[in-house]
């Protein structure tokens, strides 16, 4: 279920995969789009048959947690994530053209 709205991301891919036992980090541009998404995956997660007492949600940290798996929500400013490792990466849009520029170049 992909949202008309900008910035969506595969919200149902990124539950499936924290739901199979990955440890998934999605790249967001700004705070607004990291609460959004954090929202909609939690709402992914539930549609794809979790338990509501197997997730979590942090107020105070942008993460999500599923049956001990984190899905990790960071910022696209060059800080955000570093050091850190994943199964799985799921970048915002304007993060995927950065990248496909950087390919150009």
């Known amino acids: 279920m992909q949202s008309n709205q900008p910035y969506s991301h595969p919200y149902h891919l990124i539950a499936q995969d924290a739901l199979d036992g990955r440890k998934v ?11 959004r998404t954090k929202n909609l995956v939690y709402d992914a997660l539930l549609d794809l048959g979790a338990n509501k007492t197997d997730v979590s949600q942090s107020k105070s940290a942008p993460r999500v ?14 800080v955000d ?12 849009e304007s ?7 950087a390919l150009l170049s």
């Open 81 to 92: 994530g570093r050091g850190m490792s994943a199964d799985v990466v799921y970048l915002s």
């Open 25 to 35: 980090a999605v790249f967001c541009d700004n705070q607004s789009q990291v609460d």
């Open 65 to 78: 947690t599923v049956r001990g798996n984190a899905v990790e929500f960071l910022l696209t400013n060059g």
């Open 95 to 101: 993060a995927r053209m950065q990248n496909e520029f």
